[in-house]
């Protein structure tokens, strides 16, 4: 990225910042009457790990508001805050995310970086098989249509990584992108931290059981949620059962987050 580019994409980022903090301020004087949880919470955040069903849960929150889900996005793309039918969303913004002045906040942001309210905040995140997440990541970076009328997609320099074999995109792409459930929870790369930090949470789903997590949300919540499929790759070829086991390997951390975290329940 040029130093102009980023000049820009900061110029933007404050921006944005500086609207969602003033609308999250304005809403707060409006009547929340839509946003009871049940429990002792006040908000809902997700730890969101991309190609783990993530964006149609997203949508699913979204949509409790009775608007067009993906125009709450574009809106939330502009400014990071949006009030819509009576529920306020974040998306993409730590500074907003640690104000805690929203029902439902989202982003891709590390745990450590996006920090949420510690007290009245539900917390979340979804896991999925290593391998497989990777593939679908590999698969969705190769998919030109695959962000099709979403207002967040993937930069032209991720989607360079996977121009080339499965093999060449594991070699392309960065350690932190291939081991993001890794990296969501520890910046070092520690099993054990993101373990420990996992375990902190309210709830943690898996992408190969989603409609069991959903029923589990909802009934911590107290909310209904419609999850559909959103951001399908066109991309399906088979890969080779060798590049799977070079994966495989790659990967070992991550299984081993889903052995301890299995052991432990």
Known sequence: MSPESEEVNLWRSRVRTAAGEGLSRIALWAPLPKEALDGEYERIY??????????????????LSGEDPRK??????????????????????????????????VSHLPSYVARPPAVGTFTFTVLRDPVWRVVSLYRYLRSADADKGLAFGAPAAERAWAQGSFTEFLECAPREHLLRQLYTFSPTGSVAETVDEIGKLSLVMRTESLAEGIASLEQMTGLRLD??????????????????????????P????????????
């Open 46 to 63: 997700f730890y969101h790990v991309r190609k783990t069903a993530g964006t149609s849960i997203s949508m699913a929150f979204f949509s």
């Open 72 to 105: 709450v996005e574009r809106r939330l793309f502009l400014t990071s805050f949006v009030r819509s039918g009576g529920y306020r969303f974040v998306e993409h913004n730590a500074q907003l995310i640690q104000g805690g002045r929203y029902f439902y906040g």
């Open 227 to 252: 999850v559909g499929h959103e951001r399908a790759s066109s991309e399906s070829g088979v890969i080779p059962d060798a590049e799977l086991d070079q994966a495989r390997t790659l990967l070992a």
């Open 254 to 265: 991550e299984y081993e987050i889903l052995e301890q975290l299995g052991r432990e329940g």
